[in-house]
């Protein structure tokens, strides 16, 4: 059991990485849209009075075209550098979801063993409780990568109404799939079930595991 318990100390240190350098690159990328939006800010202030420059011919007309220019010029690289950031993040996280799916294959093993060694429903149980926190957090990063690379590939096409860019952002930007105190629930179980199970491990707990699962320690 070794092994897998060397996969899940790997696991929890790699799901700490993960989210780290995903918030690192989503700061950066916020960043990088920040002269977008202002460029649609100031797109939306043309519906507005302009007062005496209302007086010059086609100022609205002209300053939206120049408007218009510079934000397709911008919207596009502002996100490619982020996107392909995320990209190459989602590598790990597919060596994660093969860590998560090692360790739900072993605790299956166990779980067919229980009418010999009844001994080990607690064990089952709080892989069980890893297993649920982590494949939670990994489909919460999932749903935000798909939504993130829908909208790249979109504007990438181009065409699209100023409208629909300003809410594709304001959706990049808030991230709604993940939700920041619903993470941090989530971490915070997951090291829970991890010291529990430790604990178990450690004798310090009356559960009781059989002696040849006491010998690897996590």
């Known amino acids: 059991m070794n092994r897998e318990l060397d996969t899940l100390e790997d696991l929890r240190d790699g799901i700490d990485s993960f989210v780290e350098r995903w918030s690192k690159i989503q700061r950066n990328s916020v ?3 920040q002269a977008v939006t202002n460029t649609l800010v100031q797109l939306e202030h043309l519906d507005g009075p302009v007062g005496k420059l209302d007086g010059y011919q086609n100022i609205r007309e002209n300053t939206r075209g120049k408007l218009l220019v510079n934000l397709f010029d911008r919207l596009v690289p ?3 550098t982020s996107i392909k950031d995320f990209t190459k993040l989602m590598k790990m996280f597919e060596t994660l979801r093969g860590r998560a799916s090692t ?4 605790n299956e093993s166990l779980r067919g063993n229980l009418d010999e060694s009844p001994e080990l429903e607690d064990l089952v149980g709080f892989l069980d409780l890893i297993i649920l926190s982590v494949h ?4 919460m990063f999932e749903a ?3 939504v993130k690379i829908t909208i790249f590939r979109d504007l990438e096409e181009s065409g699209i109404d100023v409208g629909v860019i300003s809410n594709y952002l304001t959706i990049w930007t808030a991230e709604p799939n993940i939700e920041t105190g619903e993470l941090e629930k989530l971490l915070k179980d997951l090291d829970e079930h991890f010291d529990l199970l430790r604990d178990v491990f450690n004798g310090k707990t009356g559960l009781r595991i059989p002696d040849v699962y006491k010998k690897a320690q996590l």
């Open 78 to 80: 502002s996100l490619e």
């Open 144 to 146: 935000e990568f798909l």
């Open 31 to 33: 960043k990088s849209i």
């Open 136 to 139: 939670d957090i990994l489909n």
């Open 103 to 106: 360790i739900q294959t072993f």
